[in-house]
């Protein structure tokens, strides 16, 4: 297939394109920037142009990954308004250029995340469940209305609620890893916050999934079957870096370092399952999350 990606260069984008380019499929990689080689097309999300639109005319599909780094700093209001931003108005150019094509593609897989549920303890969540409270849920819902758009031009939207996402060289781990390598690494809080999380690998086949298969529009949850406590994810990485846990970080302790992120991305509970994909018979490589973490941080 033809197909264009807008966050190519990201952790997951990257090895997108690895396996899609892999599996034969030509991608052109929507960039913020002049355009330095052949299969790059310069985008400006600002102010909604694309350049050379008509490159993206035969494009069969395309996957929307942009977005500024929850992690990045304290949510000040500046980088909140960047959070949001980021995300909203690249989705909304975005959409805006494909509607305008004489031949829109046939599916959007645009990224959200699981922050769309808020923090909600033991609740069980599917894709059926309710928008939580809190910012990201405003970030998530507002960047998947925009994605929904593209539905009215005939183009089935698939809307990715991505956990933490566990692969080698980046996310989560390439910030974990240095404290539990030195023996430092402990549960966060009471450790008792349910964490959703998908193996690198599995994510990439989901999207993949996502633009192949006919049936999956709407919300999926992109997140393996067994989601686990902070303090149960704490030990298995201990574990598989062959340390101890350390003294738990106290939620005060978070908040006085992180400020509103401590809340809303360390010490919430998101207890999410995949119903959409458990329906539509997607298998998991990595199902359990010994074998994500070993697939991941192995090679020591």
């Known amino acids: 297939m033809k197909l264009a990606l807008a966050g190519a260069s990201g952790f997951v984008g990257s090895a997108l394109v690895r396996q899609l380019e892999q599996q034969g499929h030509a991608v052109i990689r929507l960039v913020r920037r002049p355009a330095e080689e052949p299969a790059e097309i310069a985008w400006h999300p600002a102010s909604g142009e694309v350049e050379q639109p008509e490159r993206l005319e035969g494009t069969e599909g395309v996957v929307n990954l942009a977005g500024s780094n929850l992690a990045a ?26 509607a305008r094509l004489n031949h829109p593609p046939r599916v959007l897989v645009s990224a959200s995340a699981t922050g769309y549920y808020g923090s909600r303890g033991e609740e069980e969540l599917t894709e059926a469940s309710g928008r939580g409270e809190g910012f990201l849920a405003e970030v998530c819902h507002a960047w998947e209305e925009e994605a929904r758009v593209a539905e009215s031009a005939g183009i089935r939207t698939v809307l990715l609620r991505t ?88 939620a005060f302790a978070l908040r006085a370092l992180f400020g509103e992120m401590a809340g809303a991305v360390l010490l919430a509970s998101a207890r999410v399952r995949p119903r959409r994909l458990a329906g539509a018979g997607f298998a998991f490589v990595h199902a359990d999350l010994a074998g994500a973490l070993h697939a991941a941080l192995g090679a020591r």
Not at 80 to 91: D, H, Q
């Open 73 to 98: 700093g304290r949510w000040t209001e500046a980088r909140r308004a960047e959070i949001m931003r980021s995300r909203v108005e690249s989705t909304r150019s975005l959409v805006a250029v494909l």
């Open 163 to 250: 956990g933490m996402v566990l692969g080698p060289g980046g996310g989560a781990l390439a910030r974990l890893r240095p404290a539990f390598r030195a023996g430092l690494g402990g549960h966060l809080g009471d450790g008792r916050q349910w964490m959703s999380w998908i193996a690198l690998a599995d994510l990439v086949r989901v999207v993949v999934r996502g633009l192949d298969d006919a049936q999956l529009a709407g919300p999926v949850n992109a997140v393996a079957p067994t989601p686990v406590r902070n303090a149960e994810f704490t030990a298995a990485l201990a574990r598989e870096l062959g340390r101890r846990t350390f003294a738990p970080v106290p």
